[in-house]
């Protein structure tokens, strides 16, 4: 079965300094994908960047980028630049398959100091 | 133009009672989903439909019954209410089943007491 591992519950940033988030998953299939989602207190989760298994090139969506490491089955978000509203919890999340779901990591909520 | 909508945002209601979460999509996608957010923040997924034809259930209880009467609608209708199923409810959809990414609604936040 697939599954999806953050190690990080709590992660904290200054205001526009970098930070790096980890994730990690296991699975037997070949073609997947993998995204990073973002809950603030508002509750609503918003899709920050998605990485096609097959396509080596990292991610990135402006201050956001992805380390994708296929052989080793890692897939860390890196923010650049933080802001304030970058605050919340961010959640890994694997789709591949047979499947026809979300398979979501633990999340890792990430505070952003002033 | 909400893409993913779901109504009520908050209910409250006691043990034993039955209530039901509903949801709408506007993006034309042909899948919609309920997942389950826990105290912990947990994530998971309770059913997938595609098409309106359900094809995934999560082995959970019998209580809670989705429909889903067009590809655009997916309600979830929950029978005899207990202190656990105190959540946040998410409805999503995506664009096809399988390996795209999922649109959210607003979440519902059931509080049984």
């Known amino acids: 079965a697939q599954t999806v591992t953050q190690s990080q519950p709590e992660m904290s940033v200054q205001e526009a300094e970098t930070v790096t988030l980890s994730c990690t998953y296991d699975?037997?299939?070949?073609?997947?994908?993998l995204f990073w989602y973002k809950q603030p207190p508002s509750r609503q989760m918003i899709l920050v960047i998605r990485?096609?298994?097959?396509?080596?090139q990292n991610a990135t969506e402006n201050r956001f980028s992805v380390n994708f490491q296929k052989a080793a089955k890692s897939f860390s978000l890196k923010i650049s630049d933080s802001q304030l509203g970058d605050a919340a919890m961010y959640f890994c999340a694997y789709n591949g398959g047979a499947t026809n779901k979300l398979i979501f990591g633990t999340g890792t909520l990430l505070a952003v100091q002033p | 133009d909400t893409a993913v909508s779901q109504t009520p945002k908050y209910l409250v209601t006691q043990m034993g009672n039955d209530k039901s979460i509903k949801c709408e999509q506007n993006l034309g996608h042909d899948t919609m989903y309920w997942y389950k957010q826990d105290s912990k923040k947990f994530l998971k997924i309770m059913f997938s439909?595609?098409?309106?034809?359900?094809?995934i259930n999560e082995t959970v209880p019998n209580r809670f019954s989705p429909k889903s009467p067009d590809k655009a609608h997916l309600n979830l209708h929950i029978n005899s209410l207990e202190l656990g199923d105190s959540a946040v409810y998410f409805c999503?959809?995506?664009?096809?089943?399988?390996?795209?990414?999922?649109?959210f609604g607003q979440g519902t936040r059931l509080t049984v007491v």
């Open positions: 439909y595609n098409n309106k034809e359900l094809i």
């Open positions: 699975t037997s299939e070949s073609d997947y994908y």
């Open positions: 990485q096609e298994a097959y396509k080596q």
């Open positions: 999503a959809s995506s664009q096809a089943a399988g390996n795209t990414e999922a649109f």
